[in-house]
């Protein structure tokens, strides 16, 4: 089965205080999960979010990947200005034109991006896993980081087949 690892809206703007929850230990794992996916020959897509005014907008610093994770020649980059990055861009289409049947999701923010996207991926048929350990979000006013990615962890375990798994035991290449 074709896979592909998405790496989801992990832009500088995470680092941004009040940082995202673990994001310094978040971002080791994604580095990991891009350096197995390129060892095995799995194609690493980048969704990047973009929003004018903030610090998501295009261009600026904020905006752009952290360079421990920067994509490569080669990587196939997604903007979108909503959660749902399948949502008027390329990526649904990228993805079939690739042959892409699973996928492996990654990064930022669990309650909206990840989530929306998570969901999406399942019911258009493709296998998801969700790297575990390697999503994260900010803490909100009705609720704190760890307990956003503690409730979004059980919601997906019971939804249309999709794995939860540690960024350390996902695995690449011939499956």
Request: with cysteine.
């Amino acid at each position: 089965m074709q896979t592909a690892l998405i790496v989801i809206d992990f832009q500088n703007a995470v680092f941004i205080a009040p940082a995202a929850h673990q994001a310094q230990q978040v971002l080791a794992r994604i580095a990991a999960l891009i350096a197995a996916a390129r060892a095995a020959g799995t194609p690493v897509i980048y969704v990047q979010h973009e929003e004018a005014g903030c610090e998501w907008e295009r261009g600026t610093d904020s905006w752009q990947f952290p360079a421990a994770i920067a994509p490569q020649p080669g990587d196939f980059i997604s903007t979108k200005s909503q959660c749902d990055a399948f949502f008027g861009t390329g990526l649904q289409a990228h993805l079939q034109q690739q042959g892409i049947q699973r996928v492996v999701i990654c990064g930022y923010a669990t309650e909206f991006c990840i989530d929306t996207n998570v969901r999406h991926a399942a019911s258009s048929g493709l296998a998801v896993t969700v790297a575990a350990d390697a999503h994260t979000t900010r803490d909100r006013a009705h609720l704190d980081a760890a307990r956003i990615i503690e409730h979004h962890a059980a919601t997906w375990r019971g939804f249309g087949g999709i794995q939860l798994i540690d960024s350390a035991a996902i695995h690449f290449g011939a499956e």
